[in-house]
């Protein structure tokens, strides 16, 4: 997979709104979007993923040939402990990552695979796991403007037809999200910071998105922690301003978490 300097197209890129873990065993308006959306897309030759979930210190990505399915949560039905998304891993992908992302060390990981950050999604987009998944990891060591930094050293991927796909969440609050399993309305301020998100896309303001943590109380509650927020930062990153945007995926789930997708290219 290394580069060859020919022109091709450009894969589009994607972040996604996972949500619940549950919803790797659901059909529901979300997840048929998640599979109307890989419908629509080019082939990809591979996916490098970046995960809310995989929140360290310091730079990794994945190298195994066969990454393991990480059941990083608790609490849930049995059935969704037995999910497997057994997709090939790509030390290939990982090391030109790797080589992309320099001077900045980078950890090639053979320890964790693929998180439900990633799984739960792909399991609807590519449910027969025939296609390649790297992850890299979330430096939680770095600013958001140092996260856009890095990812943008990634943009030769897409000539390579390497899907980068971000999965979090644009608001993300469990202390505020309803448990219960009834609908709720999205909180206000939910809404008003989502609203703030997607204008300053369409604006193509980026330096607004980078910058969310300077929005105020809506966005400390929509926000709290940067983990789910961040992949929509690298899946930015990666774009040119002449590209469309679109959001295959709108919806608040619980209140307070929104389910918002975006699509670039």
Not at 106 to 113: I, K, M, Y
Not at 174 to 185: D, F, I, K
Not at 240 to 258: L, N, W
């Amino acid at each position: 997979m290394a580069t060859t300097g020919k022109a091709k197209e450009r894969m589009p890129v994607l972040f996604i709104g996972h949500g619940n873990p549950m919803n790797a065993l659901e059909r529901n308006e979300y997840t048929r979007a998640w599979e109307r959306i890989a419908a629509d897309l080019p082939r990809p030759r591979a996916i490098l993923a970046v995960s809310a979930h995989w929140y360290t210190p310091g730079a990794r990505v994945t190298a195994e040939e066969r990454p393991r399915t990480i059941h990083d949560f608790g609490g849930f039905p049995r059935q969704l402990y037995e999910v497997q998304y057994p997709a090939a891993g790509s030390p290939e992908l990982a090391r030109l990552v790797s080589d992309l992302l320099a001077p900045t060390p980078v950890v090639l990981d053979d320890r964790w695979g693929l998180d439900h950050g990633t799984w739960s999604v792909l399991v609807h987009m590519f449910p027969t796991a025939d296609v390649p998944v790297v992850q890299l990891g979330i430096d939680e060591t770095l600013t958001p403007e140092e996260h856009w930094d890095l990812a943008v050293r990634l943009r030769p991927l897409r000539q390579e037809g390497v899907l980068i796909f971000g999965s979090g969440d644009v608001v993300h609050n469990l202390h505020t999200y309803a448990w219960g399993g009834h609908p709720v309305e999205p909180y206000d301020w939910a809404l008003r910071f989502e609203q703030v998100i997607r204008t300053a896309i369409d604006e193509d303001d980026l330096e607004t998105v980078v910058g969310y943590e300077e929005l105020g109380r809506d966005a400390a509650l929509a926000a709290p922690t940067p983990d789910h927020f961040l992949p929509l930062v690298y899946v930015l990153a990666q774009g040119g301003r002449e590209e469309p945007v679109a959001y295959p995926v709108e919806g608040f789930d619980g209140g307070s978490v929104s389910m918002l997708g975006v699509r670039i290219g």
